[in-house]
């Protein structure tokens, strides 16, 4: 199917909420999930995936076929045209994986500049408790993009950007986002991967590991993922310590910050089977603004070998300089 599309935007809802408020759920795809994928790329959770797959398939009464006609702007009077309303959504949604690895690739592509918007149905309370959505909810207001948390914001924003289209079917929808801080582009399946990461009380701890282990960290490994102001550190020490100039340049791939989403572009790295080797010096005595990022990441690591579809991830993590040693084959 051939598909102008002005855009690319996000459309996930939680357990909680498809539970709580299936019928909103429900609403919202019949009246709003046409428009929604004829004019934009959609990217979703498995889950939610699956549930407007049901939607669209199960068996319609007249009150839906209805709502379906008032948000094509066609009349459903055939299968045809039902067939049309299904391709069209079919077509437009697609599904980046299930649960937090779903969720880490959803807060990727917004964190690189591939989002626009993001429709996240879900509840405060559901929020709080779901690291995964604090940190996607913290990163469109990090990134200043759309989020909208509720059927009703999301349908203000949906008819917002069909005016705007209406008016202007040729000038851009949203504004171009430059790509910058893609440190995953050019790593190659089965590199050898090394992430270092410290929290900001342990960023010297990190240097004195990587100038004592230099030639280990260097030699053995491909490249080196480092989020931040760390990355910065890591080389100018790395050339300090004996360490080319160039060699440095071409190893190390600086991500961004912590609190700009540097530990999620190093979570989907790992979800991704990219790095597989990661060191995360801590500090214990600290709090930490983008707490609930460093939360993402933890699970992302540790958790992902109970996640039913991520079992077949392996990661060692390293959180102080011993245990570091011991994942780079120093001891």
Partial sequence: MNRKTHGRVAFITTPEYRDKRASDIDSWVYRHMYQLCNHFDVISTARTFGYVATVINRPLEEVDTHAISEGCGFSIESQEDLVRWRRTIEGGLTSVGASIKGMIEVT??????????????????????????????????????????????????????????????????????????????????????????????????????????????????????????????????????????????????????????????IAAAVIRKLCRKVVFLQDPFAAHAHATDIHLFEQAVLLFERAAVAHDIEVELATNSEAAKVIIGAI
């Fill in 108 to 265: 990727f592509e917004l964190v690189e500049g591939r989002l626009d918007g993001v429709f996240h149905f879900t509840d405060w309370v559901d929020v709080a408790g779901k690291p995964d959505s604090m940190v996607l909810r913290r990163e469109a207001n990090v990134h200043n993009i759309l989020i909208a948390s509720d059927v009703h914001t999301a349908r203000a924003a949906l008819a917002s950007w069909m005016s705007r289209l209406a008016q202007s079917p040729n000038k851009p929808l949203f504004e171009p986002r430059p790509p910058k801080d893609r440190p995953l582009v050019g790593i190659p399946e089965g590199a050898r991967v090394l992430a270092l990461i410290a929290h900001d009380g342990m960023k010297l701890e990190l240097c004195r590991f990587v100038v004592e282990n230099v030639r280990r960290i260097f030699e053995d490994h491909d490249f080196i993922l480092a989020t931040g102001t760390t990355g910065g550190w890591v080389k100018r020490f790395a050339v300090a310590a004996g360490r080319s100039p160039k060699e440095v340049e071409e190893k190390v791939r600086p991500c961004r910050s912590g609190p700009h989403g540097g530990d999620v572009q």
